[in-house]
């Protein structure tokens, strides 16, 4: 009998813990699915009217609520993600006494979870735009994709450093789901970056988010184009907590599993 390679074990245990997620998510759930849709759906509904009018002035060529998806759904991945890995270790302890099962393997697979069902949303509402008559096309594929990569690896990256060290903290979970709330607003989800007054644009732009989603948005839209967002702060910020985050997770993941 051939005997499997390590990134065999981690492929299969990965795709179980893929399965567990999805049916501990969604399987006592009937609405389960839906509510990714409609939750979304409302936020946009809300924006759209509140600043709706006013928006389609300063970013003529393209379409608010197409604007409102792309931030909303990045945003909704991201904090979804972060927040939840931080209880991940802890809900997976009892795995953790079979040897080829790793801690980082359930964060893979609550990233996978994550991205499928929001690759999902992502399409339902692009063909619902599509039906209204908004501009649905994708300007440029491939720098989407590479923009989008690089923001699933720096999510990923985030959620295991805040999984690493919630593991240890409680009050390090509390302080997060503070700073969720008020990043909401300063992430970009309703407003560009251009119509952000020029004493307050160089502070919102520390923060990573607002930079991804303004790029992204470049790569979306034909006519929208970022000139405030760094390509090299945000390849720069995921490179030092992706690099921060598996050292730490190294140096911990002995004392994780014993926890």
Request: hydrophobic share 55%.
């Amino acid at each position: 009998m051939e005997q499997r390679t390590s990134f065999e074990i981690q492929k299969a245990v990965i795709m179980s813990l893929f399965l567990r997620e999805m049916k501990t998510r969604f399987g006592s759930q009937q609405l389960g699915y839906l509510w990714a849709i409609l939750e979304p759906a409302a936020i946009i509904v809300v924006f759209w009217v509140m600043f709706g009018f006013r928006m389609k002035k300063t970013m003529p060529g393209v379409d608010y609520p197409m604007f409102l998806m792309i931030g909303m759904l990045a945003w909704n991945l991201f904090s979804g993600y972060v927040t939840r890995s931080m209880n991940a270790f802890e809900a997976n302890q009892g795995l953790f006494v079979y040897k080829q099962v790793k801690p980082v393997d359930t964060l893979i697979s609550r990233l996978l979870v994550e991205c499928l069902l929001y690759l999902i949303v992502v399409c339902v509402f692009i063909i619902a735009g599509y039906l209204l008559g908004f501009r649905v096309a994708i300007d440029n594929i491939p720098g989407l994709a590479a923009i989008l990569f690089l923001f699933i690896l720096f999510t990923f990256s985030t959620g295991l450093l805040f999984a690493v060290v919630g593991n240890f903290s409680e009050n390090f979970k509390k302080v997060v789901g503070l700073i969720m709330r008020p990043m909401f607003f300063m992430s970009g989800i309703f407003f560009s970056v251009q119509d952000v007054p020029e004493k307050f644009r160089d502070l919102l732009l520390l923060n990573p988010c607002l930079n991804f989603l303004e790029l992204i948005r470049t790569e979306y839209f034909a006519a929208f184009n970022s000139q405030h967002a760094s390509l090299l702060y945000i390849v720069s910020c995921t490179l030092v907590i992706s690099l921060l985050s598996l050292w730490l997770y190294s140096k911990l993941e002995k004392r994780i599993i014993a926890s």
